[in-house]
């Protein structure tokens, strides 16, 4: 991950959180991990952070952890993965999916 992305994260998750976060940067590290940005209606949008053969995960970040979770989406039972970096939750996704189906 670059220093640009992991810095954003650490201002998302500094107490109490910055008001000086730019949109572009959050947007940017959204794009970094795979994510898919949608426009919505108004001002709103719509975030997939990843998907796989059809498969959609939303990705958390845990910071005792220094990782990011993942959980995949609308499965009967709980799949989850655990990743430091992009890459890393890409391929762990990928595990988790096959090991779950």
Do not use: C
């Not at 959180?17 to 959050?26: A, E, F, K, L």
Request: proline share 3%; glycine share 8%; net charge negative.
């Amino acid at each position: 991950m670059k220093r640009k992305h992991q810095k954003t994260l650490e201002l998302i998750f500094k107490r109490p959180v910055s008001g000086n976060i730019q949109w572009g940067d959050i947007e940017s590290l959204f794009l970094e991990l795979g994510a898919e940005i949608y426009e919505r209606a108004g001002s709103r949008i719509a975030v997939v952070l990843m998907t796989l053969d059809g498969y959609k995960a939303k990705i958390e970040y845990d910071p005792e952890l220094d990782m990011f979770r993942g959980e995949i989406l609308n499965l009967n039972g709980g799949a989850d993965f655990y990743g430091k970096n992009p890459d890393e939750l890409r391929e762990e996704f990928k595990n988790s999916l096959a090991v779950f189906l």
